[in-house]
């Protein structure tokens, strides 16, 4: 049974889902203005290991992303750029969905582009006007009336009675947990906009960022649905106001279990512009990791506590990783699975997703003398629909024969103690991108 921790109600709780066996879970994508730092990544590798859990325990998964290619910052931005908002916004959506290939985060079952559902939101909006949650400012902007929904602030903890301010409204898409306010669901437009603009029933304009999701995930998983995720800072106000709008326009509710993941810290130090620590993935295959280092590193920790980058802990999650990966290489046949470290990690995930576990688990397994290798490849391989870490594909690859040749030539030389041969063939070796170990069965090559 799976217990996982839901913010909305602030306790652990047993998952079910609305309908048996179904899931229909939308996370919140990315706004397309610039490449994700590794921070944005840590939420598309929980919503990953989140997804491939569900379906490892048996479920069916619905999953939707959205892209944010409409808001402040992409039309900002674009215009910096001389570019199109389209072209810009397309641009870093291919970047971004090349980057979650290379982090093995499997695409989502439908990525929706926010400016394919302006009509959507445009419909949900009027809608909240209609049954009087919504109103039009002097500025002819469109707003949500905070005060008129009783339960806002359930899921964040914004008290609105102690705020103890008159509420005033606010057109941008980000703002303080301190200071709730009326929020844009359509924004009048300004000559700042330029051409990013749609006409209709609300004026000529565009919509804010969060009815985004709101009439997206409404769209392709129905009013009310079992899991919303997103990165903790999310909750407040992106989450909060998805909820009000949601449950006031539908008069239902909306999304059972609220998932956030934590933040990732880099050598102590919250991630920021200004202290020019926010790297992206790039930046990390620059130094010479491969992205699947960062996924064991995320896989580590577990979701909810806020994890320390630093290039010593990327150094031991890419060291174990290979470790795993050379178990793999290594043993050449698989044998039968073995239940009790399958049970044993699927306990763990059903422990609020308690990776760090699963991890350990595997480790234990490996060293285990009491089961062969071949049982241990073929459990590795089984559990890795979870981890991700590609090693059905990696069991596949042959060596060439270029290669197996060196090594059969290394091996005679040695067996020889023609060390002057075996250090050329090594040489060799190296330079064709393989690493050499010397193992008591001989001569062992890595590809690089
Ligand atoms: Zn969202």
Not at 321 to 339: A, C, N, P, S, Y
Request: glycine content about 6%; hydrophobic content about 35%.
């Amino acid at each position: 049974m799976l217990k996982i921790y839901n913010t909305l109600t602030k306790q652990i709780e047993e998952f079910k889902p609305i309908k048996p066996g179904h899931v229909g879970m939308y996370s919140c994508g990315p706004t397309v203005y610039n490449l994700p730092h590794i921070g944005n990544y840590r939420a598309f590798l929980f919503n990953d290991i989140l997804k491939r859990s569900l379906s490892f325990l048996g479920y069916k998964v619905n999953h939707i992303m959205n892209i944010t290619d409409v808001d402040d910052k992409t039309i900002r931005d674009s215009q910096k750029e001389g570019k199109t908002l389209k072209e810009f916004t397309e641009f870093y959506t291919k970047e971004f969905n090349r980057e979650l290939e290379l982090l093995h985060i499997l695409p989502p079952t439908q990525e929706v582009l926010a400016t394919d559902h302006i009509q959507e939101m445009i419909d949900m909006i009027e809608l909240l006007k209609a049954k009087g949650f919504a109103y039009e400012g002097e500025d002819g902007s469109t707003y949500f009336s905070i005060s008129k929904f009783k339960e806002y602030g359930a899921l964040s903890g914004v008290d609105l009675e102690k705020s103890n301010q008159t509420l005033s409204r606010i057109v941008s898409d980000e703002y303080d947990k301190d200071n709730p306010q009326d929020f844009a669901l359509w924004k009048t437009w300004t000559s700042e906009d330029g051409e990013n603009y749609w006409d209709g029933s609300l004026g000529r304009g565009r919509p804010g960022w969060h009815i985004e999701c709101s009439a997206m995930s409404t769209k392709y998983l129905g009013n009310h649905f079992d899991i919303h995720t997103g990165g903790i800072d999310l909750t407040f106000p992106h989450h909060e106001n998805e909820i009000a709008q949601s449950v006031c326009a539908h008069g239902e509710p909306f999304v059972n279990f609220w998932l956030h993941n934590e933040h990732i810290l880099i050598n102590g130090e919250k991630m920021s512009k200004s202290k020019g620590n926010q790297f992206t993935l790039f930046d990390i295959i620059q130094k010479g990791y491969d992205p699947l280092d960062l996924r064991y590193f995320v896989l580590g920790a577990h979701y909810r506590t806020k994890i320390n980058l630093t290039w010593e802990s990327l150094d031991a999650a890419r060291n174990a990783r290979i470790k795993l990966t050379r178990f793999v290489q290594d043993t050449e046949q698989t044998g039968e699975v073995i239940e009790k470290y399958v049970e044993n990690f699927k306990e763990a995930l059903e422990h609020d997703l308690n990776t760090s576990e699963a991890l350990a688990v595997i480790w234990e397994m490996i060293k285990d003398s009491t089961f062969s290798k071949e049982d241990k490849k073929e459990t590795l391989l089984v559990l890795d629909s979870v981890l991700g870490f590609g090693f059905s594909k990696i069991s596949k690859i042959s060596l060439p024969e270029e290669i197996k040749n060196l090594i059969q030539k290394r091996d005679e030389a040695r067996v020889q103690k023609d060390f002057g041969t075996s250090d050329e063939i090594r040489a060799k070796l190296e330079s064709l991108g393989y690493d050499v170990l010397d193992t008591q069965e001989g001569t062992k090559v890595y590809k690089n």
